[in-house]
């Protein structure tokens, strides 16, 4: 689910929180004052944080699963926190307080939760349903050998393009960097562009030039990888969608939101599954998807695949309950799962079995999203935390713009990142 389109609710539970035990809804708590469950019986409290989702109907299932929690163990209540605005931050500060919460989610995982002791390990409550989880919801959480978290959904990001516009100019849904950039150049017209990856020109295009050409950006042990050959002959490359001026620059909305798509402004965009219900409904079947394409015969396709994981605050009070609560939502109530994935915009289950079992993926351009994550998903590294990342995308905005020596801008930033990143691990 996208965490970028915070539209405020009418029903006016963004600010705070709601207090539930043994199924029902029992008042609402200030968000930095968490309250007791004594008025219900519950002997354990559990606050529990959500982002803002700005999917229709996201508010209401997360309160809805914690009803049917506490009417199964009565003797927990569930404190649901919404928290609008700069959730990272947010978190992040809060964190450092008494009124922490016992369980959070967070977007792209991060390791220095885990560096931190922020964050408790979560093996015992994987059991034996492990293995029905998919590579990346494993080996993204994975630190030192240990689970850190149990991932909620897989938001899978990948081009859609217009099947009649790139029909219509001869076009062959483009499998190489190549043929992109020739696609592109060739679909841009007076009136309009022939590609979105953001606003700014560059979006995720840098770290999927890197792993198209057999890249990585930073290796299992931490050390910063961007720096290689393939890496710079790819984020290079890109300087040819800029030369061309094919990339549409400054829409309304970024990437993450389809109306550049759907609006017919351009026929092919980067941009997320969860689009894809308003995609459908604008376009009907005239689109198509697509992964970021191989850098060069030899390389690898690229879909990325982010989304939400659920993570137990080490440091609480409240541990055991905590592991309970994610264990029944994130484990064992695949219905619950399948609803979250499917009814508010559209998002892979990481259980395996249950993205099988998602009737709203199972067919046409969803079911062929999900066959490309499986096939062709790549994750973040859990150490590209702000630090890393910007310093990677300053330098590659700066080589696609042609300031300065390709190769010597990317060496920097190699310096600094891994600056960042031996404080992170404390080396």
Known sequence: MSARRPELSRRGFLTGSLLIAAGSVL????????????????????????????EAGTQQAVLRYAKAFTKANPDIAVKVTWVPGDYASKLNAT????????????????????????????????????SDFNTNAISSVTVDGKLYGVKMIDDVIMLYYRKSVLSKAGITPPTTFDGLVAAAKALSTKKNKGLFVGNDGMGDSPSNAVWSNGGDLVTPEGKVAFGSAQALEAITALKRLHDDKSLLLGFTTDWWDPAAFTQGVVPMQWCGLWAMPAVQSALGDDFGVLPWPAFKAGGAPVVRVGGWTSCVNAKGKNVAAAKKFVQ????????????????????????????????????????????????YGKHNPGTWDTAVSSTFNAAATKIVGGQGDPAALLADAVKKAQSEIDKQLGR
């Open 27 to 54: 008042t609402t708590a200030c968000s930095t004052d968490p309250s007791g469950g004594s008025s219900s019986g519950a002997k354990t409290t559990l606050n529990v944080w959500y982002h803002a989702y700005g």
């Open 95 to 130: 964190l450092l307080t008494d009124s922490a919460p016992d369980v959070f989610e967070i977007g792209d995982f991060s390791e220095r939760f885990v560096h931190g002791g922020q964050i408790a390990a979560l093996d015992d409550v994987y059991g034996s349903a492990k």
């Open 328 to 375: 029944w939502l994130w484990v064992e109530q695949s219905d619950l799962q399948r609803d979250f994935a499917e009814s508010y915009g559209f998002h892979v289950p990481p259980r395996t079995s249950v993205a099988a079992s998602a009737k709203k993926l199972s067919t046409g351009a969803a079911k062929e999203t999900v066959e490309l994550a499986a096939k």
